[in-house]
């Protein structure tokens, strides 16, 4: 499977995640050993005095198996921190 794989299967079972002003939000692919991190990214956005906002609290990120193409949804975590929790509760079968 290659990452151009893994965003197909996402973009074939999830909602495309929109921007504010009504275009879908930039998708990327992150690969580790055992699967693809693929997430929406959205830009910062500003009060009406041009301070930062933070991002909005929930979403997630998917992750795609490559062994099988499984789909599963992570907290939207750190990369690092994401991929984490998907290993411990998904093991590959040893």
């Known amino acids: 499977m290659t990452s151009e794989q893994a965003l197909?299967?996402?973009?074939?079972?999830?909602?495309?995640?929109?921007?504010p002003d009504g275009t879908?939000?930039?998708?990327?692919?992150?690969?580790?050993?055992?699967?693809y991190l693929v997430y929406a990214t959205f830009p910062p956005t500003t009060d009406a005095a041009g301070r930062p906002?933070?991002?909005?609290?929930?979403?997630?990120?998917?992750?795609?198996?490559?062994?099988?193409?499984?789909?599963?949804t992570v907290p939207n975590y750190p990369n690092d921190k994401a991929i984490a929790l998907y290993r411990r509760q998904h093991q590959p079968d040893a």
């Open 53 to 72: 906002r933070p991002s909005p609290p929930g979403g997630s990120k998917i992750v795609v198996a490559k062994d099988s193409g499984e789909t599963v």
């Open 24 to 35: 879908p939000a930039p998708m990327h692919v992150h690969e580790f050993d055992i699967g």
């Open 8 to 19: 197909e299967i996402v973009r074939s079972r999830y909602a495309q995640p929109m921007l």
